[in-house]
């Protein structure tokens, strides 16, 4: 079975802190994602990465960054959290460009104060 | 327009019964059709693809695609409790990125 593992699966946050979300998947999978998913809004792709030490931005990358440095490890940085990014942060794999499958994470739930 | 357009629900209905999940999509040059299914403080998994139009079975579970009237539909027969979970309608173009719905909520009442 596919896995992918989320770092934390809460986690409490000041404002201005900087946040580092880390995912890994243990299928050597080519495509990695990172969305958040908010009540009303669903899931928004933030940033995913087709190959190591690639990036592409999403639909809303703009506070967040990410680094792919080894093929089955993807993080999400947050460089100066805000409020606003209160969210539930979900990590994907999909194992080539096309594929019609995503393997999700857990989630990580991210409370700024 | 929205691409992809999901009713959020909740959708309460009695075990046992068939459950009828919709979504409606603007972009005619979706290809794939997934449906995915999240357990509450889970992560989304799928469920079911289609490729085409037409029904696609996987015991309880059907997926039905209409490209011309640019809807899809999971019906589940013989409802259970364990059922509840929010549902997501998702598609994508070849080698783009997918689409999610929102989520439709199901509730399967003992």
């Known amino acids: 079975d596919v896995k992918v593992t989320q770092s934390s699966r809460y986690l409490v946050k000041r404002t201005g802190e900087k946040v580092f979300l880390e995912c890994v998947q243990d299928?050597?999978?080519?495509?990695m994602f990172w969305y958040r998913q908010d009540p009303g809004l669903g899931l928004r792709l933030i940033y995913f990465s087709y190959d190591v030490k690639m990036k592409e931005k999403g639909d809303i990358p703009e506070g967040y960054s990410v680094s792919r440095e080894k093929k089955e490890r993807f993080s999400l940085i947050l460089e100066s959290a805000s409020t606003n990014q209160t969210s539930m942060y979900l990590c994907a794999s999909s194992p080539w460009t096309g594929s019609y499958e995503q393997y999700f994470g857990p989630g990580t739930r991210l409370t700024v104060t | 327009q929205k691409e992809v357009e999901q009713d959020p629900g909740p959708l309460s209905v009695p075990e046992g019964a068939i459950v009828s999940l919709n979504c409606t999509y603007s972009n005619s040059a979706f290809q794939y059709f997934m449906w995915y299914r999240q357990y509450s403080r889970k992560g989304p998994e799928l469920l079911m693809y289609?490729?085409?139009?037409g029904n696609k079975e996987d015991g309880r579970f059907t997926a039905q695609v209409d490209k011309s009237s640019k809807y899809i539909s999971l019906f589940i027969r013989d409802s259970q409790p364990s059922d509840s979970a929010t549902y997501l309608c998702?598609?994508?173009?070849?080698?783009?990125?997918?689409?999610f719905g929102k989520g439709t909520r199901l509730h399967i009442l003992p």
């Open positions: 299928m050597d999978h080519e495509n």
């Open positions: 289609t490729y085409s139009s």
């Open positions: 998702a598609m994508r173009i070849r080698d783009d990125k997918i689409i």
